[in-house]
């Protein structure tokens, strides 16, 4: 069926593209993979010469992105593919039912190396997809992920990995100023952390790439035991350490995108790491994150906030449960929650990486450019430049008439 060590970005693609029943079950559908819905005989529309074609090559002969076309055309929907951003920038969101956007051979590439001539941003495919999946008055699920952000990680890029949560920062700006509070749930974690802490105590202002600096007096490097600086970010593990001893980094420009940031024990590939990570969310219901829980928790509350799966019967939905009682609300449906998930932890195994993050920010705030790295009782900006602890990956955006 393929070439390659592996067999799951094929299966992948014929997921999203063929269901069990035959039809694709997602509306719209953006990233990178180009190669794995091609066959081997098709070239490329826009080949990259360093990719190695032989790494995913398709040898059944199926050309995915021929399957989903025809399937969209036999069932009468209004359909676009793009494989550019140039194509993808012609889509007309009012009248387009269905999208397809392939826009690498591989992965997307990393924000500080995108060539915007060719691939949208994450903020951009957030918007065109909310704009296209928000016609429809059944309400829609919109999962979002920065897949990116792990794997500079995993290279100990710090600076790529920073570059690409600011990335995802804008696209959940996006996203909540395209929907309403009111009827929108929008759900921000990650699925773990990385090996990633901060190092030493810069000044303030200092950058969080750069090497550790005191700016009481004249600025100076603060020195470790070695006599050496070293920068505010450290990984745990990781091929930022290649000898046994650090390097001297007094003239190294440690905020370059490809410097790999040192670390404690050398590896080839960084590891992730094991502390809790954080949910943030925004909209109806959100108040049922608050607190430490489980990571399929996350996804019994998405079922419950919008009505459906276990919920849909409306006894059992939260829009049903807001009869007056002498149990505040936010106690009433926590333990509810915490009641009835033992029985549906096996039907929502598969929905358990779902990530997240709050913007509370009102469109005025917005145009004003308020924005307050605190939480003031009323409005909460995320910092861009999070910790491992604080690391965000994926968000979802829920939007349901019964909201």
């Known amino acids: 069926m393929h070439k390659g060590d592996s067999i799951i970005p094929l299966l992948t693609a014929n997921q999203a593209v063929i269901s069990c029943d035959g039809f694709s079950i997602f509306q719209v559908l953006l990233g990178g993979g180009r190669s794995v819905f091609l066959p081997e005989n098709v070239p490329d529309p826009d080949p990259d010469p360093s990719f190695n074609i032989n790494l995913y090559s398709r040898i059944d002969g199926l050309n995915l992105i021929e399957e989903w076309r025809k399937e969209k055309a036999n069932r009468g929907f209004t359909h676009s593919y793009a494989y550019d951003k140039a194509g993808f920038d012609k889509v007309d969101p009012i009248n387009t039912e269905y999208l397809l956007g392939l826009f690498n051979q591989e992965h997307m590439q990393y924000e500080v190396d995108r060539n915007k001539t060719k691939e949208p941003s994450i903020t951009d495919m957030t918007a065109k997809a909310i704009r296209i999946l928000r016609k429809n008055p059944k309400g829609f699920f919109l999962f979002v992920e920065s897949g990116r952000i792990d794997h500079a990680n995993h290279n100990n890029w710090a600076h790529k990995a920073f570059a ?191 990530f997240m993050m709050h913007f509370s920010q009102n469109l005025d705030d917005m145009v004003k450019g308020k924005w307050h790295n605190l939480y003031d009782g009323k409005k909460f900006c995320f910092h861009p430049w999070a910790t491992a602890e604080t690391t965000v990956s994926t968000f979802t955006v829920i939007r349901s008439p019964t909201l």
């Open 164 to 354: 690409e949560v600011e990335a995802m920062n804008q696209a959940v700006l996006t996203a909540k100023y395209l929907t309403s509070d009111q009827e929108t749930l929008i759900v921000v974690t990650a699925d773990h952390s990385h090996v990633l802490s901060i190092a030493g105590y810069a000044s303030r202002g200092n950058s969080i790439t750069g090497l550790n600096k005191v700016t009481i007096g004249k600025p100076e490097l603060l020195l470790a035991k070695d006599g050496m600086p070293y920068t505010t970010i450290i990984y745990g593990n990781g091929p930022g350490r290649t000898t046994t001893t650090r390097a001297n980094l007094t003239d190294v420009d440690t905020d370059a995108p490809d410097y790999r940031v040192d670390a404690a024990v050398p590896m080839s590939y960084e590891t992730h790491a094991g502390e809790d990570v954080a949910i943030y969310a925004t909209g109806p219901q959100s108040f049922l994150y608050s607190g430490t829980h489980e990571q399929s928790y996350i996804a019994m509350v998405m079922a419950y906030a919008s009505c459906v799966g276990p919920y849909s019967d409306r006894e059992l939905c939260a829009k049903h449960q807001m009869e007056p009682s002498q149990t505040p609300c936010n106690q009433r449906d926590a333990a509810y929650i915490a009641r009835s998930f033992p029985l549906f932890t096996t039907g929502i195994a598969l929905l358990t990486t779902i």
